[in-house]
């Protein structure tokens, strides 16, 4: 499966940079929200992998920072589990303050969304 999106959410790791200055490259992880009629909102995780100027930009950022980026959607199957990675074409929005309106959910918190959306609980 193969779709251009456009996510929001925390980045759930502080970013990796691989590769070399001429080719950087540059993976992390994003906890995306989706908000459930009749229920909390629900977190999921979402690998971000990143190349050249894009790759050195979220580079610069750290774990928990806010941010919207675009790019394609690519999921994949391991052991029976859906795992979805973006492919970064764009950092629409970044920022390292937190967003109005509440406060940023925890670990435990994150994974507890993420074990719900994925039928773990």
Same mark, same amino acid.
């Given at each position: 499966?193969?779709?251009?999106i456009?996510?929001? +959410? $925390? #980045?759930?790791?502080?970013?990796?940079?691989?590769? &070399?200055?001429?080719?950087?490259?540059? !993976?992390?992880?994003?906890?995306?929200?989706?908000?459930?009629?009749?229920?909390?909102?629900?977190?999921?995780?979402?690998?971000?992998v990143?190349?050249?100027?894009?790759?050195?930009?979220? +580079? $610069? #950022?750290?774990?928990?920072?806010?941010?919207?980026? &675009?790019?394609k959607l690519?999921?994949? !199957?391991?052991?029976?589990?859906?795992?979805?990675?973006?492919?970064v074409?764009?950092?629409?929005?970044?920022?390292?303050?937190?967003?109005r309106g509440?406060?940023?959910k925890?670990?435990?918190?994150q994974?507890?969304?993420?074990?719900r959306?994925?039928?773990?609980?």
């Amino acid at each position: 499966m193969t779709a251009q999106i456009a996510i929001s +959410g $925390r #980045l759930g790791n502080d970013p990796k940079p691989h590769g &070399s200055e001429e080719k950087p490259m540059t !993976t992390c992880f994003l906890f995306g929200e989706v908000e459930v009629r009749d229920e909390s909102d629900i977190s999921f995780p979402v690998n971000l992998v990143a190349f050249g100027q894009v790759a050195k930009l979220l +580079g $610069r #950022l750290d774990k928990g920072s806010f941010l919207t980026v &675009s790019g394609k959607l690519q999921g994949s !199957t391991y052991q029976g589990e859906v795992r979805y990675s973006v492919l970064v074409n764009d950092i629409v929005s970044a920022k390292a303050s937190q967003p109005r309106g509440g406060k940023a959910k925890t670990w435990e918190q994150q994974k507890e969304s993420a074990d719900r959306l994925y039928g773990k609980k």
